[in-house]
């Protein structure tokens, strides 16, 4: 099946580790975005790549990084410089930037404790 | 950055009601995209908007682009329990660049 996979559902860590959370598509897509989305609020950027090896900040990257060295995969790992990093991220892909629909993975819930 | 308002932020309706959700932009829109989120679950794309004028329907659901191409409407006829959930305007563009989401409108529905 074609889609797109976030691994895993949800994700447990400690105040002061770095994670880092899984965002894999077999679409072919080449546009791959991460957000973040926080309890009954919308859904603000925090990275974006058009193409493999390019990446670029959203409204919310710092505190994040991410790295595109393959089409399929696009990690974002949460540092330790994140000061609220519980949250619910949604990983999605889109043939390109902006003109088609975007596919969304599951999503991954963060709790930081 | 370019941003989208969206209004209601919430929406209370019986079962039965039309429901009807804007995005506003100050800006001219190249496209428009409205996505559907489920509580709990992940935004599936509903529509994209493109020339100016647009109208769209799928089913119940009424899509409308501006004749300016600043501002989209969904209006939902007859609201169904299954319609519950949250309905995002999205644009590609704003400060990043990037496929930038209006904060939403969450409709609630009661029987």
């Known amino acids: 099946d074609g889609g797109i996979t976030q691994s895993p559902k949800y994700l447990f860590r400690k105040e002061g580790q770095n994670v880092t959370l899984s965002c894999e598509q077999n679409?072919?897509?080449?546009?791959m975005y991460w957000y973040r989305q926080d309890p009954g609020q919308g859904l603000r950027l925090i990275y974006y790549?058009?193409?493999?090896?390019?990446?670029q900040k959203g409204d919310i990257a710092e505190g994040y990084s991410v790295s595109r060295e393959k089409k399929e995969s696009f990690p974002l790992t949460v540092t330790s410089a994140q000061k609220n990093p519980t949250a619910f991220y949604l990983c999605?892909?889109?043939?390109?930037?902006?003109?088609?629909?975007?596919?969304f993975g599951q999503g991954t819930r963060l709790t930081v404790v | 950055g370019q941003q989208v308002m969206q209004i209601p932020q919430y929406q209370h309706v019986q079962e039965g009601e039309d429901f009807t959700t804007y995005c506003n932009s100050s800006?001219?829109?190249?496209?428009i995209q409205w996505y559907k989120q489920r509580p709990g679950g992940h935004p599936v794309f509903l529509i994209q908007?493109?020339?100016?004028?647009e109208v769209k329907k799928q089913k119940r659901l009424t899509f409308q682009f501006g004749e300016a191409k600043k501002n989209s409407s969904l209006h939902i006829t007859a609201t169904q329990t299954t319609d519950v959930g949250t309905y995002f305007c999205?644009?590609?563009?704003?400060?990043?660049?990037?496929?930038?989401f209006g904060k939403g409108t969450h409709l609630i529905i009661q029987p």
């Open positions: 999205t644009f590609m563009g704003g400060g990043a660049d990037g496929l930038t």
């Open positions: 790549s058009q193409i493999v090896n390019d990446f």
């Open positions: 800006t001219t829109l190249s496209n």
């Open positions: 679409l072919n897509h080449d546009a």
């Open positions: 908007l493109v020339k100016s004028g």
């Open positions: 999605a892909s889109s043939l390109d930037r902006g003109n088609t629909e975007a596919f």
